[in-house]
């Protein structure tokens, strides 16, 4: 999950190199966490949160067959 956030992340900022994807996994649920440039926030988090719910989406939908729930966090 980590590098499919990583690629996903890195195609849409400006600053590709600041992008940090760091996963914790526990039984039952694996967290992603992204971290982009204070500049990028926008664009990853896009309008009305459109482009985060479908990096969400793609996530979810590649984990299924892990059989595992996957949160996606972003931040700053």
């Known amino acids: ?8 992340a ?9 992008v940090v994807v760091t996963e914790r996994e526990t039984d039952k649920s694996i967290t992603v966490i992204l971290k982009v440039a204070s500049d990028d926030m926008g664009k990853v988090i896009g309008k009305q949160g459109r482009i985060a719910k479908s990096i969400r ?6 984990a299924t ?5 996957v949160i996606v966090e972003i931040m700053q």
Do not use: F, Y
């Not at 890195?10 to 600041?18: N, W």
């Not at 989406?57 to 590649?62: D, E, L, R, S």
């Not at 067959?65 to 729930?69: R, V």
């Open 1 to 8: 999950m980590k590098e499919l956030v990583e690629v996903i």
């Open 10 to 18: 890195k195609s849409l900022v400006d600053h590709p190199d600041e």
């Open 57 to 62: 989406t793609v996530v979810k939908a590649a």
């Open 65 to 69: 067959k892990d059989d595992k729930k």
